[in-house]
């Protein structure tokens, strides 16, 4: 059964370095999204993503983050200065032209 | 008020019950509505989606939605000690690429 992968499944990295944060949707996905769901909270949504644009963010993607679709399988979500408040867990979602998303394993982000 | 609110738990039961799970939401132009299993540190698992109200079932599960009183509900008949997890509710307002907005999950236990 296809599935959306993550990689990689934790990464430390010390306050102000940037991140890149790697998921490859399901390939027949045409919208893709990220979440973040800092420990002991709720999933909140941060940005989707369609036809290489973004479609709508959240508050919480403000200018230090960013998204990409390098090439026809990865998307990718870059966080530039890293902020001790950025250590959460972040999920890769894809939708096929419904309601129904489905996530990645997530990327355990620790900032030090 | 937060937009969607569930008992965060711990909801214990032996196996072979009923569990009801349920959220409520203030937003009324939510037509969307997703259950989602998470094991500790793993993605979200669909389950079953439900647009507006009404019921629908899918093996032991079985998703109902009431918008006149602003109100979902997910039951499991036949409960496994599989089924320990937090349960969430999402849900949204329409349109491909649509955020969704999660509840803050309920951690349900099924004791052998």
């Known amino acids: ?112 | 008020q937060k937009e969607v609110e569930q008992d965060p738990g711990p909801l214990s039961v032996p196996e072979g019950a009923i569990v009801s799970l349920n959220c409520t939401y203030s937003n009324s132009a939510f037509q969307y509505f997703m259950w989602y299993r998470q094991y500790s540190r793993k993605g979200p698992e669909l389950l079953m989606y439900t647009y507006s109200s009404g019921n629908k079932e899918d093996g032991r599960f079985t998703a109902q939605v009431d918008k006149s009183s602003k109100y979902i509900s997910l039951f499991i008949r036949d409960s496994q000690p599989s089924d320990s997890a937090t349960y969430l509710c999402a849900m949204s307002d329409g349109n491909y690429g649509q955020n969704f907005v999660f509840g803050p999950g309920t951690r349900l236990s099924v004791l052998p």
């Open chain 1, 1 to 112: 059964e296809p599935e959306v992968t993550q990689t990689p499944s934790h990464q430390v990295t010390q306050m102000g370095q940037e991140v890149i944060l790697r998921c490859v949707p399901i390939s027949n996905h045409l919208y893709f999204y990220w979440y973040r769901q800092i420990l002991g909270q709720k999933v909140e949504f941060l940005v989707s993503f369609y036809n290489n644009e973004i479609s709508e963010k959240s508050e919480i993607f403000d200018d230090q983050f960013s998204v990409e679709r390098p090439d026809g399988s990865n998307f990718t979500l870059k966080i530039r200065s890293t902020k001790l408040e950025d250590s959460a867990m972040y999920f890769c979602a894809s939708s096929e032209q419904s309601y129904e998303q489905y996530f990645g394993p997530g990327t355990r982000l620790t900032v030090t």
